[in-house]
């Protein structure tokens, strides 16, 4: 009887796997990117802010007030239009749908950000995963030639990437801006930790569109991402937005936190400095090959043990870092750790150097 109901369900979406969360219990948590500090200076008014919230009523459906603050805090420039999201994911989800249709695909770069590809999938697009050279930058004849030959809808650049932490090369990416078909969407999830951004370059490209969020700022739990753009592209995808997608506590926890936006730039400064100090510590452990980071995490390569056996040994001493589970490519036998406060990452180092033998 079950096969029976299922086969209404697509088959390409009965292939797919199951975006995978592990339970983090009792762990020091190193494996989503989220920024390890608590924000309690900011939460004092809380309860009043949240007693505002008429959560017997729907949300402002535009979110206007949030939205107006996100401009100014993220300096969206005066000539592009913004919508907001629950999560990049969502924003991601809108654009894939807005452009879907036969023979269209979406394009991006790999190893990258695994929802660009999922999402494809779950609209039934065409996804084209262009490979990263050797030290993880574009490889530009390789783009040309993918950009040519599959005109993609979409082109999607993690920037930094995810899950490499490094930026790409600037005038690699205005090229591609340059001779893409369609639209390219930066994403800017990591922009507190690299700083560099295209924001400013809204104004020069109508294809262009940068998204952000402010879960790695310190606000994860909100599930609140943003895009900005050309006013009547953005116009377009918030048409498929569904109606009060960003609720009312979120709307309202999130003008009052980015009141305090210096303690949150504050706290990115504290994860930069802490960064460099993980991937110099990280650079001097034998039988490791760390790789450059603009992100708040590090991915580095194991070279004389299993990764899975690495990886399950530091997890028994109480440390959740990510399993690449990659077995070929540019991602074989890497671990990826998120940078913490510097007692975890103090933890985390520990243990690695327990694991190898140091």
């Known amino acids: 009887?079950?096969?029976?109901?299922?086969?209404?369900?697509?088959?390409?979406?009965?292939?797919?796997?199951?975006?995978?969360?592990?339970?983090?219990?009792?762990?020091?948590?190193?494996?989503?990117?989220?920024?390890?500090?608590?924000?309690?200076?900011?939460?004092?008014?809380?309860?009043?802010?949240?007693?505002?919230?008429?959560?017997?009523?729907?949300?402002?459906?535009?979110?206007?007030?949030?939205?107006?603050?996100?401009?100014?805090?993220?300096?969206?420039p005066e000539a592009a239009a913004t919508m907001l999201g629950n999560g990049s994911d969502e924003l991601i989800q809108m654009l894939a749908m807005a452009v879907s249709g036969k023979d269209r695909c979406i394009l991006s770069f790999e190893p990258g950000f695994v929802m660009y590809r999922m999402i494809a999938e779950?609209?039934?697009?065409?996804?084209?995963?262009?490979?990263?050279?050797?030290?993880?930058?574009?490889?530009?004849?390789?783009?040309?030639?993918?950009?040519?030959?599959?005109?993609?809808?979409?082109i999607f650049i993690a920037y930094p990437n995810n899950p490499t932490g490094n930026l790409f090369d600037e005038a690699d990416i205005e090229e591609i801006i340059k001779i893409a078909p369609g639209l390219v969407v930066l994403d800017e999830a990591y922009h507190p930790f690299a700083q560099n951004s295209f924001m400013p370059k809204l104004k020069q490209y109508e294809q262009l569109?940068?998204?952000?969020?402010?879960?790695?700022?310190?606000?994860?739990?909100?599930?609140?991402?943003?895009?900005?753009?050309?006013?009547?592209?953005?116009?377009?995808?918030?048409?498929?937005?569904?109606?009060?997608?960003i609720n009312v506590l979120t709307q309202h926890v999130a003008i009052s936190a980015l009141e305090h936006i210096d303690l949150l730039d504050e706290q990115a400064a504290m994860i930069r400095s802490e960064?460099?100090?993980?991937?110099?510590?990280?650079?001097?452990?034998?039988g490791v090959e760390v790789f450059p980071s603009q992100a708040n995490f590090i991915l580095f390569r194991i070279l004389e043990r299993e990764a899975d056996e690495v990886f399950e040994l530091i997890r028994k001493q109480g440390v959740l870092i990510k399993n690449m589970k990659a077995t070929e490519g540019s991602l074989k036998q890497c671990l990826r750790v998120t940078v913490g406060k510097p007692e975890e990452n103090k933890r985390f180092l520990q243990a690695l150097k327990k694991v190898l033998g140091h």
């Not at 697009?125 to 993918?146: N, T």
């Open 1 to 76: 009887m079950t096969e029976k109901i299922l086969k209404w369900i697509r088959p390409e979406i009965r292939q797919l796997s199951a975006y995978q969360v592990p339970d983090a219990s009792g762990l020091t948590k190193l494996d989503a990117m989220e920024n390890p500090y608590t924000l309690e200076p900011l939460t004092g008014n809380w309860p009043e802010v949240l007693a505002a919230a008429q959560i017997n009523r729907y949300p402002d459906p535009s979110a206007t007030e949030l939205r107006r603050k996100l401009v100014q805090v993220m300096q969206v």
């Open 209 to 245: 569109l940068v998204m952000r969020t402010v879960s790695k700022m310190g606000l994860a739990g909100l599930r609140l991402g943003m895009l900005a753009g050309n006013p009547a592209l953005i116009r377009e995808v918030d048409k498929v937005r569904l109606p009060y997608n």
């Open 122 to 154: 779950f609209v039934g697009m065409k996804y084209v995963g262009v490979p990263l050279d050797d030290v993880f930058q574009i490889d530009m004849q390789a783009a040309r030639a993918a950009i040519e030959k599959y005109q993609p809808a979409i």
């Open 275 to 286: 960064r460099e100090a993980l991937l110099a510590k990280l650079s001097n452990i034998q």
